[in-house]
């Protein structure tokens, strides 16, 4: 119920997030430190895996940021795998089998997402290819005015132009 | 009563934009001036009535009449009293009246301070901006009625969610709102003119101010809603890329993007087919905006399923606003004169690249906040687009934009010279090489990208200054006549250079504290210490602060030097809301500089031990204070003589002037 009343006020403020009023009803901060493992270049790791997955009862939070007790969870898993001597990918691969590819918070490249992926170059494509053609019947259309002027008119115009 | 009167108010308002966006568009089409002549006194008058009804609302909310649903959902005669004023926005009915109050005092100041437009045009735009408020002031008393009343008054209110008690929700709606709805003033223009049919370089003199001023309250409203995320939430995040953050960062790329290529049609004529969508686009991302933030399909495509009546009306809103728009430009941009050629390697060239990647930037953030909602409508697959996406599209379209910045304003108008461009920014491109090179030297296997992000920062911003250093020839002619040159330059240069300097400070501040923050997460006991970068921290206990409508337990924390030297106290701190049973983290920031040491508190443990988290943020206040300088850029360029609103022209024209038009 807390969680509903807080949802609510907040579509208000239109920076702050909805999930980050989740947090103030519970107690903890995100990681704590007796999650965290004894070696630091694992905990590295575990952090890094962190930032890219999805605390899934939160809005857009990672298990990074977030206090819920599921992202908790979360990051103690993370950290057995690791110290099970998972590879980065593996771990991934571990939860995505396991919760769904919503953990993720950069989706993977496959048909269902291609067009998310393929939109930003796609966008900067078409605009520089129709920056291109715009330019050149532009240019087609003035080109006879401009090869009006005659070799002596050049001249003089360079001329003027120098006097200016 | 006064709640009655204000409904009351509100529906008057209603009947004037009515009348205000009928009769001037008959009598433009008829050329009958009285119709005409309707148009301001409409607006007017429309104002006044909103401006009644919301000062009504806002009576309720500072005398606390619980009587009134809203005002007891919200408040609590307990607050002091800005928050009691602040709480009129702070949910959703309260915050669509300051929508549609903003709207009519933009629509009233054009009505007041437009006397040099022409006079259909302005009739026009008017009755535009009548659509857009009759829309939503029906909105309003159809589906989000803020005057509604409880037969049995309560004694007491709900009080205001916690997170918005703070000094933030006073600044940051109003701020976003002006920017959002004073988008709304060059949608207007634009479709007055596709309903003329004609279009000059003035259209262009007269939406840039509006478009200037909103650019502003935006800019500002964004940095002061990320620095309160930032301070507010307890990790130190300052942006998020959560889908309401990037509703206000859409209308801001595309205004952004308008702001340049109306640029390019005042001076030269071009891109005004162009210059129209944009306009059209940037208020159509507001109103996007506003219906993914107030429809409640953020939450879960399900919510909006199960109480659709908001969401279905908004969305009909932005159905005919965007749909009709867009339809209207199809048809009518045609028959617009296109004029004005220019070289590829020219101003004009460079503000087409900086428009081909703000739009591309804003598609970007488009598809990512959507794509997983269209994909789970269509589809009932989720995903999750979140940092990780935005930051590996986002990016590479942002390093390009910035490696040019520097360039556009030293090119000229028409043929551009890019060799002796390049040539002057020897020096910024110098001064970025060494700072590339002091990073790698000085960082400790921190990111690889960092230092060229740092490269990039001080060249943006060494560039700004070189671009009014060859304004102002200050190398080349002595210091008195240099003097004299930056007084004449136009404020409008000054605004321009201001603005990218800022844009450098803000980037300079994010690549910074991304790459060497520091973060230390402990759980400790009183007389414990932590150390962190330069600092040591030694944790003296909790103690209970009684505040006015809530509870504080907060830890003292006295900051040294870790050589020793007393820097002061930290009391970060647990508030307890009793009103909602709701508790917030009231971080603690000491500043170093414009660098902040940053402390929150976890609860504390039975056992005694708190679990703190402190970071270290270098340079992290230059991120908020660049959008500050972008302000101060903006305002510089608004308040250039050119266009001012209402400025009387100069007597004489100049006669380069007279001859190129």
Redesign the interface.
């Known amino acids: 119920m807390?969680v509903k009343?807080?949802?609510?006020?907040?579509?208000?403020?239109?920076?702050?997030?909805?999930?980050?009023?989740l947090?103030?009803?519970l107690?903890?901060?995100?990681?704590?430190?007796?999650e965290?493992l004894a070696d630091p270049a694992l905990e590295a790791r575990a952090r890094n895996l962190s930032?890219?997955l999805?605390c899934m009862v939160c809005?857009?939070?990672?298990i990074d940021?977030s206090e819920a007790p599921l992202a908790h969870d979360l990051r103690v898993l993370v950290r057995e795998r690791l110290k099970a001597g998972d590879s980065d990918a593996q771990v991934m691969n571990f939860l995505v089998a396991r919760y769904?590819?919503?953990?993720?918070?950069?989706?993977l490249l496959s048909w269902?997402?291609a067009?998310?992926?393929g939109?930003?170059p796609a966008?900067?494509l078409i605009?520089?290819v129709a920056?291109v053609v715009i330019?050149r019947r532009?240019?087609r259309v003035?080109r006879p005015e401009a090869a009006n002027l005659t070799a002596a008119e050049e001249t003089r115009l360079s001329e003027l132009l120098r006097e200016g | 009563m006064i709640a009655e009167l204000g409904h009351y108010a509100l529906m008057l308002a209603f009947g004037l934009a009515l009348i205000q966006g009928s009769m001037p568009i008959v009598g433009a089409r008829s050329d009958d001036p009285t119709l005409l002549s309707v148009a301001a006194p409409a607006a007017l008058a429309q104002f006044v009535f909103v401006a009644l009804s919301f000062g009504a609302l806002a009576a309720c909310y500072v005398t606390s009449d619980f009587s009134v649903l809203n005002v007891y959902e919200n408040s609590n005669s307990a607050m002091p009293l800005m928050y009691r004023l602040t709480s009129i926005w702070g949910n959703h009915e309260g915050s669509m009246m300051l929508w549609v109050f903003i709207l009519a005092l933009f629509g009233a100041l054009v009505a007041a301070f437009g006397g040099n437009l022409p006079v259909k045009l302005k009739a026009n735009a008017l009755a535009v901006q009548a659509w857009i408020a009759a829309a939503f002031q029906l909105f309003i008393l159809t589906t989000s009625n803020p005057f509604l009343r409880i037969a049995d008054a309560p004694l007491e209110g709900r009080d205001l969610n916690p997170i918005l008690q703070d000094p933030g929700l006073a600044f940051h709606p109003p701020l976003l709102y002006l920017g959002y709805v004073g988008f709304s003033i060059a949608f207007s223009f634009a479709i007055a003119a596709l309903l003329e049919g004609r279009i000059d370089a003035a259209w262009a003199r007269w939406v840039r101010p509006w478009v200037l001023g909103a650019w502003m309250c935006l800019t500002l409203g964004i940095a002061g809603g990320s620095y309160w995320a930032y301070y507010e939430l307890g990790w130190g995040g300052y942006w998020f890329w959560d889908p309401v953050e990037n509703a206000s960062l859409m209308p801001w790329l595309a205004g952004t993007a308008l702001l340049h290529s109306a640029v390019v049609m005042e001076k030269r004529g071009a891109l005004k087919v162009w210059t129209i969508l944009l306009a059209i686009l940037a208020f159509s991302l507001s109103l996007i905006g506003t219906f993914l933030v107030r429809s409640g399909v953020l939450t879960s495509v399900h919510v909006f399923a199960t109480d659709p009546r908001r969401g279905i009306f908004i969305l009909a809103i932005l159905v005919a606003f965007i749909g009709g728009a867009l339809v209207l430009y199809a048809w009518r941009a045609p028959l617009l004169k296109q004029g004005g050629l220019f070289a590829p390697i020219s101003r004009e060239g460079a503000l087409v690249l900086n428009n081909l990647f703000l739009t591309c930037a804003c598609a970007t953030v488009f598809i990512g906040t959507l794509y997983p909602l269209a994909l789970e409508a269509l589809t009932g697959a989720k995903i999750s687009v979140g940092p990780p996406f935005f930051n590996a599209t986002f990016g590479p379209l942002f390093v390009p934009l910035l490696l040019a910045m520097p360039f556009g304003p030293l090119l000229g108008w028409k043929r551009g010279d890019l060799l002796g461009a390049a040539q002057r920014l020897t020096a910024g491109a110098f001064i970025a090489a060494v700072a590339i090179a002091a990073a790698f030297a000085l960082q400790h296997g921190g990111p690889v990208l960092a230092p060229f992000g740092v490269g990039l920062a001080l060249f943006v911003m060494v560039g700004a200054l070189t671009d009014l250093a060859e304004r102002t020839m200050i190398v080349r002619v002595p210091l008195g006549a240099a003097l004299r040159r930056a007084a004449g330059l136009p404020r409008s240069a000054w605004g321009g250079a201001v603005a990218h300097f800022g844009i450098g400070v803000t980037l300079l501040g994010i690549v910074v504290v991304t790459a060497w923050g520091a973060e230390r997460i402990a759980a400790l006991k009183p007389g414990d210490t932590i150390e962190l970068a330069h600092y040591r921290l030694s944790f003296d206990g909790l103690f209970n602060r009684p505040g006015p409508n809530y509870r504080d337990v907060v830890g003292r924390f006295t900051v040294r030097r870790t050589n020793g030297d007393e820097l002061g106290v930290m009391e970060p701190s647990r508030r307890t809301f009793p009103a909602r049973n709701m508790a917030t983290t009231e971080a603690a920031l000491m500043r170093r500089g414009v660098s902040q040491l940053y402390l929150s508190l976890g609860d504390p443990a039975p056992d005694g031990t708190v679990p703190v988290r402190l970071y270290f943020k270098p340079l992290v206040l230059l991120i908020w204070l660049g959008a500050v300088i972008m302000f101060v850029g903006g305002g510089l360029s608004l308040s250039d003589r050119r266009l001012r609103i209402g400025a009387p022209r100069p007597a004489k024209l100049p006669a380069a002037l007279q001859a190129a038009e």
């Open positions: 807390v009343i807080v949802a609510r006020g907040t579509r208000t403020s239109l920076l702050v997030a909805f999930c980050l009023l947090l103030n009803s107690p903890l901060l995100a990681v704590e430190s007796k965290m930032k890219e999805r809005q857009n939070q990672s940021d769904g590819e919503f953990v993720l918070l950069r989706p269902h997402t067009a998310l992926w939109l930003p966008a900067l605009g520089v920056i330019v532009r240019r003035q």
